[in-house]
């Protein structure tokens, strides 16, 4: 499905003709911000095969932070470079960076050696987002490539034909996903209670179809 087949069917289950433009062609006023947050919402609860992912980007001279607007969890951080050397980062706490580093952009540059996690909220509401970042030091002497991996939020739902794994494998539960965070925004405890008890008996089903398929890919290393 794409996401204006899932925006239909979002309006067609919740009567909120209020958060399309029309009934012709569903054009979006609103009803895709429920799909993402839900969206979300499943992400936060099971990792997926699309989970894992890694963002690269080239520092500039000087920098000191990155941001990543898509991350739920840093695992890695690390410098490349063009013949295949890799530098990893330490990771330390955002207080030890401050205390170590307390100018931050004017300390003497180097070879970035120590990172830490900052977070910034950016939405305050029932639909709350939060953007992860990270400081490191010492502020970059060159044009690095750093590499940050972790665990990634599926993309999110823009254009009328944009689609990804939740509308391509499991667009009944993004269905009911987007419909429970259309209760908890308007308070409708009961509602958003019927609807938390069906997404959670799904992401049970594919938490067992997940395990079930990494089983199946292994294969004993024999010595």
């Known amino acids: 499905m794409t996401l204006l087949d899932i925006r239909t069917n979002f309006i067609t289950d919740s009567g909120r003709n209020d958060l399309v433009i029309d009934l012709t062609d569903y054009a979006d006023r609103g009803a895709n911000r429920f799909i ?3 969206q979300r919402f499943l992400d936060g609860l099971i990792d997926t095969p699309q989970s894992q992912a890694k963002y690269e980007e080239t520092l500039d001279v000087g920098a000191t932070t990155l941001t990543l607007e898509d991350c739920r969890a840093i695992e890695e951080v690390y410098l490349t470079n063009a013949e295949g050397g890799i530098h ?4 330390v706490s955002l207080s030890d960076i401050r205390e170590a580093f307390p100018e931050l952009s004017s300390e003497v540059k180097g070879v970035p050696t120590y990172y830490a996690i900052n977070v910034i909220r950016v939405m305050a509401t029932e639909l709350t987002e939060t953007i992860k970042g990270i400081i490191f030091m010492s502020p970059a002497d060159d044009t690095y490539d750093m590499v940050v991996e972790g665990k990634f939020f599926t993309k999110k739902l823009v254009e009328n034909d944009d689609i990804n ?5 499991h667009e009944d539960v993004l269905g009911m996903a987007a419909l429970y965070k259309l209760e908890t925004f308007y308070r409708n405890r ?3 209670r019927d609807w938390l008890q069906g997404i959670m008996e799904a992401i049970r089903g594919i938490d067992h179809d997940i395990i079930a398929e990494e089983i199946a890919g292994v294969n004993q290393i024999k010595g």
């Open 190 to 192: 009961e509602g958003a």
């Open 165 to 169: 794994y939740w509308t391509e494998n």
């Open 88 to 91: 990893y980062l330490t990771k």
């Open 36 to 38: 993402n947050a839900g």
